[in-house]
């Protein structure tokens, strides 16, 4: 089991930026992907980015340009930079780990939210 609890989210004005954490307990032997996803109120959960053990990485079109993810493959750690925050990007984040072909991890969530 790999429980991961996120932090850094919080209020901040459009424009803005945040840094997001998501740390896991345990051996990072045998993770693979890591990733941030978020889910506002009242749409589906949806990918935001997420990098592979090999350090590729995808983003959403919402977000590209703007949020960079990263890890520390030495431990389960990995990190969203947020900036140049919308509106749009308020939402609860989710971090996501993934280990071998069936560990699949969530966070609790942190909430993240940009005012105009």
């Known amino acids: 089991q790999v429980q991961l609890v996120e932090s850094g989210g919080g209020l901040v004005q459009a424009g803005g930026s945040l840094r997001l954490s998501c740390a896991g307990s345990?051996?990072?032997?045998?993770?693979?992907?890591m990733g941030w996803y978020r889910q506002a109120p009242g749409k589906q959960r949806e990918l935001v980015a997420v990098?592979?053990?090999?350090?590729?990485?995808n983003y959403a079109d919402s977000v590209k340009g703007r949020f960079t993810i990263s890890r520390d493959n030495a431990k389960i750690t990995v990190y969203l930079e947020m900036n140049g925050l919308k509106p749009e990007d308020t939402a609860v984040y989710y971090c996501?780990?993934?280990?071998?072909?069936?560990?699949?991890?969530w966070g609790q969530g942190t909430q993240v939210t940009v005012s105009s």
């Open positions: 996501n780990v993934q280990r071998g072909l069936t560990g699949n991890y």
């Open positions: 345990g051996s990072p032997l045998g993770i693979t992907a």
């Open positions: 990098i592979t053990s090999g350090g590729r990485t």
